[in-house]
């Protein structure tokens, strides 16, 4: 929440909340924000205002990221304005104690390209990543306990993690990867246990990328053409932050 010069409030990182604050001319309100965001699409806030006359005139901001296409802002049930992206809005009207603001940010799947023409999938803000097994095991550090202490957690991978991505034009990646809900959002999401969406895609295995010096080895150019990849599996992918072992940049792979 961020105070504005404008006698307004702003809420521009959106996560459930309770802000309370002082507005136009010292007017105290509450604004109770409830979302499921970055795993869900809508915000909804809930304003009470402190005067007596239950109402107060100021400009409310809203961002909308620049990875939203069209956003959507309803106020009282009522559509109000569909704002495009990377743009703050300025909701500026008489307040009054239970007024509803509801911000609607539709998310769609998009690829973005990186280090050696790798593609990494996204929706809305979050990116995604192979979700792998893991095998985890505390070491004893007895060569320097000192400088980096007695013992460190070792995580290992028990499951492949060498894939890389079909070449999928951009306006059939909804048809490619399904993106699908998993359950309720819990206190804590960000694990593989608890993470509450993914998506679901086919990858072909590349067994020329292999561990190099207990890492992943350097990624392999895009593109990898089908006849030096294993077959097409299923794959699962989930948010990047519930993730230890990561893939999140695939290489691409192509026919010849």
């Known amino acids: 929440w961020y105070a504005t010069p404008d006698g307004g409030i702003a809420a521009l990182i959106y996560s459930p909340s309770t802000v309370n604050t002082f507005v136009a001319e010292e007017a105290p309100v509450t604004i109770q924000e409830e979302t499921n965001y970055p795993f869900g699409e809508s915000v909804k806030f809930t304003l009470q205002i402190g005067t007596r006359s239950k109402s107060a005139s100021f400009p409310f901001h809203l961002r909308i990221p620049e990875w939203c296409t069209k956003g959507l802002i309803k ?33 769609r799947i998009i690829k973005n390209t990186w280090h050696e023409n790798s593609v990494s999938i996204e929706r809305g803000p979050l990116v995604y990543a192979l979700t792998i097994g893991e095998e985890v095991k505390e070491v004893y550090n007895e060569k320097d306990p000192i400088a980096y202490g007695d013992h460190f957690v070792e995580v290992r991978p028990t499951t492949p993690w060498n894939y890389g991505l079909n070449d999928i034009a951009d306006d059939k990646l909804g ?56 077959k097409e599996e299923d794959i699962i992918l989930i948010p990047y932050g519930a993730t230890r072992l990561r893939i999140s940049q695939f290489p691409v792979i192509g026919r010849r």
């Open 175 to 230: 048809e490619q990867y399904i993106f699908e809900k998993r359950g309720e959002v819990t206190a804590f999401p960000w694990n593989a246990e608890n993470v509450p969406v993914l998506i679901k895609a086919k990858a072909r295995r590349i067994p020329s990328w292999q561990l190099y010096n207990e890492m992943a080895g350097p990624l392999p150019y895009s593109i990898t053409y089908g006849l030096e990849t294993g």
């Open 75 to 107: 106020v009282n049930g009522k559509t109000w304005q569909e704002p495009g992206g990377n743009q703050v809005i300025k909701v500026n009207r008489q307040w009054k104690s239970g007024d509803v603001v509801e911000l609607v940010l539709p998310m």
